[in-house]
């Protein structure tokens, strides 16, 4: 036989109907002797249903307008903060790609590389500028008379130094870049909408794919820039040598919350191995990246890129005729490392743009293996 | 868009971003979660402030809906927290004010504190018994008024409710039982009002 405290600790449950037969037989013979425990229980019954009735309160009618503009504000911060996620990520790349430098020189494909500097205007160049920390990877493909023209513009080669040594210009010398000869025609960049759709529906698909898993991101990410490197620059790599650059790699901390951009990565590793991906899905894959590119500040550099890019060329090539008249001239030391200074700025302004239209230079590298 | 998109689909474009498919899927929750926001907050327009927190929370982190628990009870985990807090905002702002006097030059002041408990005059103003339980359910800690709001108001099973407050059953079962009657004592505090019951 229950007693009153321990029927009391099950009143909720006999009210909710989750007593067993066995309990719900002890509390109910308890109920039948004890007038008390009856009482309560009736009270809480009464209580219960009181809440249970309570009305929904209605949403006021602007509710899902407010909701729906701070969802589309958050979507925009939140492509923002991954789109510097994807800069970080091109930043890796481009680690990757100092590294592979590093094995170019070794195997003396960097010979053949800075004869190539010469013929640059007849050849189609990719360049792979470097910085040490900042580590940005541009890929500027060279495509005179063909592709797109303000691409062209921002890819055009940067001026000569002044000192001379026109071949290999100064950010050439810090160390950090490749100049590689590809001997693929550039493909004209259409930006095809309609095909936004399907790209969309892969991208869907490419979410749900289980290599998507978080735990293995980074790794596959790393893998796939990996293998992207080596097949792209047909370099051979020890295992050992590509272990190696993988925990390098591995110890710049990947941010796992980052679906969009990865599956974005992916996807353009995807397009540029495209062996890693089936001949049908490339066009997809194209115009999926095209579109985002059509959605974003790429867009914006794409259209004022021509402009600002000629004029600081001109700039440049002002501010170089100036130190030579200067020097011709034997000016003031200080009024010339003034314009030397002033010019500095303007080829770190012409790197910046470089470096914004690298995703261009993706499209472009799309183009290629169509 | 197709017209008949499954929870799952729609889950999948929500991950991509996709706010429309995003507004479909909580289209069932919004009207749900902003009455358990009223009933935890006590007010509609903090109500509505935290269901649309709660809604922005729930898009950002749907890509890290891992789709082996059910929607409904990834959502409603996500609303009870922010509900709870917010209550725990609220208190430490006022645990703040209670504790500490407030210095002036030279002398200083003993805060107010305001009464948590019904007010009696409240009480006899307005004796109908779903208004007194609204405000009871008011006063309640908050363990136990989230347990009230899901299972007596919202009607959810005390397995979904473990699920949602990720607690075991057996914790659930007491912290109803124990919420409910300390529901009752608040209104007790008021006898007339169950006048014809003996306890």
């Known amino acids: 036989m229950l007693t009153c405290e321990q029927v009391r600790e099950q009143i909720s449950l006999y009210i909710?109907?989750?007593?067993?037969?066995?309990?719900?037989?002890?509390?109910?013979?308890?109920?039948?002797?004890?007038?008390?425990?009856?009482?309560?229980?009736?009270?809480?019954?009464?209580?219960?249903?009181?809440?249970?009735?309570?009305?929904?309160?209605?949403?006021p009618d602007d509710f899902k307008q407010q909701l729906h503009q701070k969802l589309v504000q958050t979507g925009q911060d939140t492509r923002q903060t991954k789109r510097r996620w994807y800069m970080n990520w091109k930043a890796y790349s481009g680690l990757a790609a100092a590294i592979l430098l590093i094995l170019l020189v070794k195997t003396q494909v960097f010979d053949s590389v800075h004869d190539s500097i010469n013929r640059a205007e007849q050849a189609y160049v990719t360049e792979a500028v470097l910085e040490d920390h900042s580590i940005a990877d541009t890929a500027v493909k060279r495509a005179p008379g063909a592709g797109d023209q303000r691409l062209e513009a921002a890819s055009a080669p940067l001026p000569p130094q002044k000192s001379g040594n026109a071949e290999i210009p100064e950010y050439q010398e810090q160390?950090?870049?490749?100049?590689?000869?590809?001997?693929?025609?550039?493909?004209?960049?259409?930006?095809?909408?309609?095909?936004?759709?399907?790209?969309?529906?892969?991208?869907?698909?490419?979410?749900?794919d289980e290599r998507l898993d978080k735990e293995n991101l980074s790794v596959d990410i790393l893998k796939d820039e990996l293998s992207l490197f080596v097949c792209r620059y047909q370099i051979t790599m020890t295992e050992e040598d590509q272990t190696l650059l993988l925990q390098k790699l591995e110890e710049q901390t990947f941010e796992y919350d980052i679906d969009y951009e990865m599956i974005e990565g992916r996807l353009m590793i995807g397009v540029l191995e495209k062996d890693g991906m089936p001949e049908q899905n490339v066009g997809h894959m194209l115009s999926f990246i095209q579109s985002i590119a059509a959605n974003s500040e790429i867009n914006d550099t794409k259209e004022d890129v021509t402009e600002t890019y000629q004029a600081l060329l001109t700039q440049y090539d002002d501010l170089t005729l100036k130190i030579q008249q200067l020097q011709q001239e034997n000016s003031e030391p200080q009024e010339i490392e003034k314009a030397d200074k002033q010019m500095q700025e303007v080829r770190h302004r012409l790197y910046e743009i470089q470096n914004s239209v690298s995703k261009c230079i993706i499209e472009v590298e799309i183009g290629d293996s169509e | 868009m197709k017209f008949m998109d499954t929870e799952r689909q729609l889950v999948q474009k929500c991950k991509n971003g996709d706010?429309?498919?995003?507004?479909?899927?909580?289209?069932?929750?919004?009207k749900k979660i902003f009455n358990i926001a009223f009933r935890m907050l006590g007010n509609q327009e903090d109500a509505l402030d935290?269901?649309?927190?709660?809604?922005?929370?729930?898009?950002?982190?749907?890509?890290?809906?891992?789709?082996?628990?059910?929607?409904?009870?990834?959502?409603?985990?996500?609303?009870?927290?922010?509900?709870?807090?917010?209550?725990?905002?609220?208190?430490?702002?006022?645990?703040?004010?209670?504790?500490?006097?407030?210095?002036?030059?030279?002398?200083?002041?003993?805060?107010?504190?305001?009464?948590?408990?019904?007010?009696?005059?409240?009480?006899?103003?307005?004796?109908?018994?779903?208004t007194q339980i609204k405000k009871a359910i008011n006063c309640l800690k908050d363990e136990h008024k989230i347990v009230i709001i899901l299972r007596d108001i919202n009607g959810y099973s005390y397995e979904e409710i473990s699920k949602i407050m990720e607690c075991s059953l057996g914790t659930v079962k007491s912290r109803i039982n124990r919420a409910r009657n300390s529901l009752k004592s608040i209104l007790l505090k008021k006898k007339e009002l169950y006048s014809h019951y003996d306890v």
């Open chain 1, 16 to 59: 909710d109907h989750e007593l067993t037969d066995d309990e719900l037989q002890t509390f109910e013979q308890h109920l039948s002797t004890c007038e008390q425990c009856r009482q309560e229980v009736d009270l809480l019954k009464s209580i219960v249903r009181e809440c249970n009735e309570i009305e929904e309160v209605e949403l």
């Open chain 1, 175 to 208: 160390n950090s870049r490749s100049v590689i000869l590809q001997d693929k025609p550039p493909v004209e960049l259409e930006c095809v909408e309609d095909f936004a759709g399907s790209a969309l529906q892969r991208l869907e698909n490419y979410s749900a």
């Open chain 2, 19 to 30: 706010i429309r498919s995003f507004e479909l899927l909580i289209e069932s929750y919004q």
């Open chain 2, 50 to 130: 935290v269901t649309q927190e709660v809604f922005i929370k729930i898009y950002k982190s749907i890509s890290s809906f891992k789709e082996e628990s059910s929607l409904s009870t990834w959502i409603y985990r996500i609303a009870t927290n922010v509900c709870l807090d917010e209550l725990r905002k609220r208190k430490k702002t006022k645990m703040v004010s209670m504790d500490s006097p407030i210095q002036l030059n030279g002398g200083e002041i003993n805060v107010q504190m305001q009464d948590q408990g019904l007010h009696p005059d409240e009480l006899v103003e307005q004796k109908e018994l779903k």
